[in-house]
């Protein structure tokens, strides 16, 4: 009896199983009612000034009224619209890796103190309210929003900003170096002074340099856009203030280990923390590690639209945390994602889903020189190697030997053109005729060069040899497998040449050790550069960081006492790099950079199989106001150039 | 057979100390450490550390070091204060994080092992009995496919069938809106609908493993003399059934169940990410490939033990089960 027992229970587990099964459809009916209900009462248009669920908070006695959220009223910041006035309501929902994510949310909620404009060449006031700079360029006014808020209802002040810069930036608290922006350097010896930062009144501050620095408020935008901190939240952390020991508890306190990684953590990676007060449209509301990350609209966001209702209109941002890239696209194909940004190689899929998953598929260039191509590294230290490397008629040989056309219809499926790596149309730098430079296809021509570089023996195997008979291997290290349709076009083409090609592929932490140690001869990294002016990181060997110049940027940075010194064109770049950062007016800026450009012309030290291909921001059909054609740049800071605060969901 | 088993619970402690050194040093092997896997992860976003940061990172972290050192400090807190250290990806002590992966880890876990239980005894007995009929085909085609199809591409398969007929894929294991949810008859039925392509895809194979082991055993078991006796007896053919051969034939599956404590607790890894659930494979999986070495290397600890303990505990439930074994010990 005893087993007949056991075995009914089997039974029942069974059953039980079948029956979540047959519930299958069951909950997704009992789901639509409630969309219903979530609908704004709004009727009345215009008199509706904040969203209904902060003016449930004012009912309610929590809140203070709107007109004691915002600045004064002349010092409200309005934000246009793309399309259309909005209405409230609505997450904006998305995936994410998780924390180690963070970027991808925090660019696009990022508010600096200057924002670029929309076609990228200036920038313009954000959390700042204006400035005025004198004539030399060395002394900047920068003013604040009177009445504007901290995301806890704390003024925001003069005092925030004094307080991050001599306190956290100057003391270097968060784990970075003073930022290369607020140093100006003299025109005649190249020696760096640092700027000074005076407050001038609650909401008026100064930033004086020694000499003059024209392009100060554009590399404050990239470098420092947030030149700002919660001073109130900070006083109570830093060791500095409160001593090492109390700082060690409240680490512990947080969960965290080490104070200076603590530090960093709430004084660089703020966004992702719900206990730091925010000027962000959106105000984190749980610990980023949960499975759902939720952001809450800030009550005190200081932005409104034309007709003065206080933005953001969308009341959340919600984010799913997913295991694997492929869970975002199937997400977005079944709706559980709104806002979504894909790269090209899922243009197809998502083309052929966009009308049974009613989304949208928006593309935005980029400022890259070729979305397939490989970098010579300059520095490689094998010396037959680094000899070949820097001729450049070598780097012809790789750049005719290959079809760019095949490469592009199946590395890009198409989206590309078959060019040269080159400054794109439309972007700062760009070069008549570069696109067709060294772009035709012509194997026999590639031959007859690598004959002439001396590389005429061959190996048992029919691959070429160096004329000291050793062995000519090119190897390229990737820190990721995504580039293997390319890859193995690449080998194909190499092959044919008589040249060896190794592809090694290593986890992205090791390949970032290689970098740093030289051992990277070639890499498949495109250059992302939308004004060299700006950021020099991927055309001047200023720090180990671009393939390209390998150890050239040690030697930069190390003062010349490590790395190798760089000569020729590459040496030529950094004098006028120094140049740039001594100019005394945009023009000369401009000049110079377009020779720094012109010297990649010349060199093409990056070789581009395949033209640069847009970024696609996915939107589903209900969420409105996304502008389309923009740039997509790191610089820009991506999503975010697209003013998220005024994108909303039509009901 | 006490003292059979204090002798085991003492052996442990050696194999468990070994094992704790051998994992700590394996982590360490692979090139690069959790700065250089973060910094890259960083720099993919356009924020690039440079070297002097990174020394600075590696030396707060205590990662600049000697491996043997760091294994001391971390075997130390262990043993004195039951600190398993601080996972560097979470920014979390290693227990909280374990902690918060574990209710539904065990969740999906045992439901999974309950569905395994619950068609593979049943089948294999069927099978065994009903040998050679077409439902013994039918079931032993179905568990050989079973076995030979990997969990991964079949939670694929069911996922594109799902996301084609119902136009969700059931990622996760629970609906957006249930994620934060409060616990609820709904959030529970949300669960239960989310299960469904887990439990399959991950107790597959192992259903089809166990359809095997029992039918074998069971045929074994069907014509030994003690269940013809019974029969000549006339005792009904279920209670022979249920009485002699089944039994026997659990043995094998008996013993092998303390070997799945390690795996009630870890949950399946990459079918886990290819399912997007959140249980402790995917953190352990993630852990190794970020090193964050303090949660991999207690993972691999926690999970070198449970195995340890498992072997013990299916060889007390063998005991138990089995009169021959029983006997075996009280012989000594």
């Given at each position: ?342 790269d090209s190689k899922?243009f ?22 070729s979305s397939a ?31 760019r056309?095949?490469i592009s219809e199946i590395v890009t499926n198409g989206l590309a053109d078959p ?66 349709a390319f ?122 199989y395949a033209g640069p291909t847009p ?37 | ?332």
């Open positions: 009896m005893k087993r007949n027992k056991s075995f009914i229970l089997l039974l029942v587990i069974m059953a039980l199983v079948m029956a979540a099964c047959s519930n299958n459809a069951a909950p997704k009916e009992a789901e639509k009612p409630k969309d219903n209900t979530d609908k704004p009462v709004e009727t009345a248009q215009s008199d509706v000034k904040e969203a209904p669920m902060l003016t449930a908070l004012v009912t309610a006695g929590t809140l203070p009224k709107l007109e004691e959220r915002m600045p004064v009223q002349s010092d409200i910041m309005v934000q246009e619209v793309v399309d259309e006035i909005g209405t409230y309501g609505g997450d904006w929902k998305m995936p994410w890796t998780g924390p180690g994510d963070k970027w991808g949310v925090g660019m696009a909620t990022e508010e600096a103190l200057f924002r670029f404009n929309k076609t990228g060449d200036k920038v313009e006031p954000n959390v700042a309210k204006g400035y005025e700079v004198n004539d030399d360029s060395t002394v900047f006014t920068i003013h604040l929003r009177e009445g504007m808020k901290w995301s806890d209802g704390v003024p925001f002040t003069a005092d925030d900003v004094l307080f991050y810069w001599e306190h956290m930036l100057t003391k270097e608290t968060f784990g970075k170096k003073i930022y290369d922006a607020y140093y100006s350097v003299d025109p005649a010896t190249g020696n760096k002074a640092l700027a000074e930062v005076k407050k001038v009144n609650d909401y008026t501050f100064t930033v004086t340099h020694k000499y003059p620095n024209v392009q100060f408020l554009e590399r404050v935008a990239i470098d420092n856009k947030w030149f700002f901190a919660p001073a109130h939240f900070h006083k109570t952390i830093l060791p500095e203030l409160v001593g090492d020991a109390k700082t060690l508890e409240i680490t512990k306190q947080w969960g965290y280990e080490d104070p200076k990684v603590f530090l960093v953590e709430t004084g660089y990676y703020d966004w992702i923390h719900y206990q730091i007060p925010t000027i962000r449209a959106w105000v984190p509301k749980n610990d980023p590690n949960s499975d759902q990350f939720i952001y809450e609209r800030n009550p005190y966001y200081w932005k409104t639209d034309a007709e003065g209702k206080q933005l953001p209109y969308m009341d959340r941002i919600v984010m799913t945390k997913i295991q694997d890239p492929s869970q975002k696209l199937l997400g977005t194909l079944s709706g559980d994602y709104n806002l979504v940004t894909f899922d197809t899929v998502l083309k052929e889903n966009e009308k049974k998953g009613d989304f949208r598929v928006i593309p935005w260039t980029q400022p890259t020189w191509g490989v970098q010579l590294n300059q520095t490689t230290p094998d010396p037959n190697l680094r000899k070949l490397f820097q001729d450049i008629r070598f780097r012809e040989a790789l750049s005719i030997g290959v079809d056309v095949e060019i040269q790596a080159s400054v794109p149309e439309g972007v700062i730098g760009y070069q008549e005729g570069w696109a067709k430079q060294w772009a035709e296809y012509d194997p026999e021509r590639a031959n007859q060069i690598l004959d002439e570089l001396g590389l005429t023996k061959r190996d048992k195997n029919n691959f070429r040899i160096f004329a000291d008979g050793s062995d000519l291997t090119l190897d390229i290290v990737e820190g990721s497998p995504d580039n293997a890859l193995e076009l690449l080998k194909k083409y190499y092959e044919n040449l008589g040249l060896k090609l190794n592809v090694k592929v290593v986890d992205s932490g090791t390949q970032f050790d290689l970098k740093y140690a030289n051992k990277i001869p070639m890499h498949t990294e495109n250059i992302s550069v939308a004004n060299v002016a700006f950021r020099p990181d991927t055309l001047v060997p200023l720090r180990v960081i671009t393939p390209w110049f390998g150890h050239y940027g040690l030697y930069s940075s190390s003062g010349g006492k490590e790395g190798e010194k760089p000569e020729g064109d590459v040496a030529l770049i950094l004098q006028l790099w120094d140049k740039v950062k001594a100019s005394k007016s945009v023009d000369e800026i401009n000049q110079y950079s377009n020779e720094i450009v012109k010297l990649h012309m010349k060199n093409q030290w990056v070789i581009g970024v696609l921001i996915t939107a589903s059909n209900s969420v409105r106001n996304v502008p389309s054609n923009l740039v997509w740049a790191d610089e820009y800071r991506t999503l975010g150039h697209g003013h998220p605060s005024q994108f909303y969901i039509k009901q | 057979m006490l003292q059979y088993i204090i002798k085991r619970i003492l052996l442990v402690i050696p194999v468990v100390i070994l094992i704790s050194f051998v994992v700590f040093y394996i982590i360490q092997l692979p090139p690069g450490d959790y700065v250089s896997s973060y910094s890259a992860k960083m720099s993919a976003a356009g924020d690039v550390m440079t070297q002097a940061e990174m020394d600075e990172m590696r030396a707060n972290l205590g990662l600049d070091r000697p491996v043997y050192e760091q294994y001391f400090v971390w075997m130390k807190k262990i043993i004195l204060h039951g600190d398993f250290g601080f996972s560097f990806n979470f920014n979390k002590p290693v227990i909280d994080v374990v902690g918060q992966y574990m209710g539904l880890t065990i969740v999906v876990s045992l439901v999974t092992m309950l569905f395994q239980y619950a068609v593979a005894i049943p089948i294999g007995i069927y099978t065994a009995v009903k040998q050679y009929s077409a439902g013994d085909y039918f079931f032993s085609g179905l568990s050989f496919i079973g076995m030979a199809t990997p969990n991964f591409l079949l939670a694929i398969i069911l996922m594109y069938l799902s996301y084609t007929w119902f136009g969700d894929p059931l990622l996760g294991l629970f609906s957006n809106e249930y994620v934060n949810a409060p616990w609820s008859m709904e959030k529970v039925f949300d669960l239960m609908k989310h299960l469904i392509i887990p439990v399959i895809v991950i107790g597959l194979s192992s259903t089809a493993d166990l359809v095997r082991i029992m039918r074998g055993q069971m045929l074994d078991e069907l014509n030994k003399p003690n269940v013809v006796t019974a029969r000549a007896k006339g005792l009904s053919e279920w209670s022979i059934l249920w009485k002699y051969p089944t039994r026997a034939a659990l043995n094998p599956i008996v013993s092998t169940l303390g070997w799945s404590l390690s795996s009630i607790f870890t949950g399946a890894t990459i079918t886990a990410i290819v399912l997007n659930l959140p249980i402790q494979g995917p953190v352990m999986y993630n852990a190794l490939l970020g090193q964050d070495m303090y949660l991999a290397g207690s993972w691999l600890l926690f999970m070198a033990l449970l195995t340890v303990v498992g072997t013990l505990i299916s060889d007390i439930l063998l005991a138990w089960l089995d009169p021959k074994i029983r006997t075996e010990f009280r012989g000594n």
